[in-house]
């Protein structure tokens, strides 16, 4: 739910690098008391967690607060955001969340700004742990499949038990006594389910915001709904010309649809019903404005991950793709985090559309839709030198927003 501060420049087509990083992801702690069955982190092809300690030692806590205000200072850096993750943080114990944030702030300049985020699946929330957060200034986002029970059943506990219960009196508990210190709700598009009623039954947690998420699938393992059969394409979809009144080709866009039908749902309420990131943010680069999104935009990639053991790892998602895919070799003890930039990982996620595939630099959507999500253009073949698996259900969506736009402008001049 975290967004980047500061300068994500989403519609330049060649960045030049290297960007400091401005949001740190620190795993507090690497397990998780729910065993989702679709988990990429601990169901999918990365194995190196199984190797890492439980819980982040307090010198790997240290170190790391010394590292990333080391690294603000360098830069000179006025904001950044602190994301407390795992696994599910909340098993390292309020307390301790908090004494991390505040040693950060501590160690930061006292002119760059500090927003620490944990993201949680919500089941441990409680009064007490919500104050504690709340008290040192630590927002609460949350990971839910749906505003329904029907929607988490395959969000289980270790005994198999159903998770929603507590989920739902977490999620209904921020909402109710802690509306300040709630960030909002991430949630990944499952086409099963129905798109209004899902984000209906969202609307009812009264979330300030929503990150809607496309499952991590790639060319080799496509996502659930897409044909194993898709190749990467080698040319643009469409020929190049303006973004409205192209229509797409004959290729079946599940996940467009499904997108497209709560974006005209969130729109003909005016838009305040919620913020939903993934939209936004579209619509910004469509007008020109500078968006900070993985999935979307030129922007260079200005996140950075310490895991338990202290080792410096690119995002998460990546581990979606194969064994070690997110590994840098670095760690926060021996390396500073200007070493992780230098990693040839991180510069291609901040060469703008110097590192896209051929497709991708010739299309005429290319400065909104930027490639798409880096670990969705995997082939086993080639590496990430691929549109992404999800480029006609992306060229859907922004060409839908594109004329809701159209129209609204145009109806704004009559």
């Known amino acids: 739910m975290t967004r980047c501060p500061g300068r994500c420049a989403g519609t330049t087509t060649a960045a030049r690098g290297p960007f400091p990083f401005r949001q740190f992801i620190v795993k507090v702690h690497g397990r998780c008391n729910l065993a989702c069955r679709y988990c990429y982190l601990y169901e999918g092809p990365d194995r190196t967690w199984r190797t890492r300690p439980a819980a982040a030692a307090p010198a790997v806590l240290e170190r790391t607060a010394d590292r990333i205000a080391e690294h603000a200072a360098a830069h000179g850096l006025r904001a950044i955001a602190l994301v407390l993750h795992g696994g599910e943080p909340l098993l390292a114990g309020a307390d301790r969340l908090a004494a991390f944030t505040d040693r950060v702030r501590e160690l930061t300049p006292a002119d760059c700004a500090v927003r620490a985020t944990v993201q949680t699946n919500a089941t441990l929330l409680t009064d007490a742990r919500v104050t504690v957060l709340a008290r040192h200034g630590i927002d609460i986002g949350i990971s839910l499949d749906g505003g329904l029970a029907a929607h988490n059943i395959r969000r289980t506990d270790r005994a198999g038990r159903p998770s929603w219960p507590a989920a739902s009196r977490g999620a209904r508990l921020l909402a109710d006594r802690h509306p300040d210190a709630y960030a909002g709700i991430l949630t ?92 936004e943010e579209c619509m910004a680069l469509l ?14 990639v200005e996140a950075i991950v310490v895991e338990t053991d202290g080792t410096i790892e690119q995002v998460d998602s990546l581990k979606s793709a194969y064994d070690t895919a997110a590994a840098t070799g670095l760690d926060v003890f021996r390396h500073t985090f200007d070493d992780a930039l230098r990693h040839p990982g991180v510069a291609a996620r901040q060469a703008g559309a110097e590192a896209l595939a051929p497709a991708c630099r010739a299309c005429p959507l290319l400065a909104v839709c930027g490639g798409g999500h880096y670990a969705h253009r995997y082939r086993a073949d080639n590496g990430f030198a691929n549109p992404s698996v999800y480029c006609a259900d992306l060229e859907r969506l922004v060409r839908h927003i594109a004329r809701r736009l159209s129209e609204a402008t145009a109806g704004a001049h009559r």
């Open 287 to 300: 007008l020109g404005l500078p968006a900070a999104t993985e999935s979307l935009g030129l922007g260079p």
């Open 188 to 279: 990944v598009v499952d086409l099963r389910t129905d798109p209004v009623e899902m984000y209906e039954s969202l609307l009812a947690l009264r979330p300030p915001a929503l990150d809607l998420l496309l499952p991590h699938g790639n060319w080799t393992n496509p996502p659930p709904g897409l044909p194993g059969g898709r190749t990467a394409r080698t040319g643009p979809r469409t020929a190049p010309g303006p973004v409205i009144g192209v229509r797409p080709g004959p290729e079946p866009t599940p996940y467009g649809d499904w997108l497209t039908t709560v974006f005209d749902r969130w729109w003909r309420a005016g838009r305040r019903e919620t913020g939903i990131r993934l939209f």
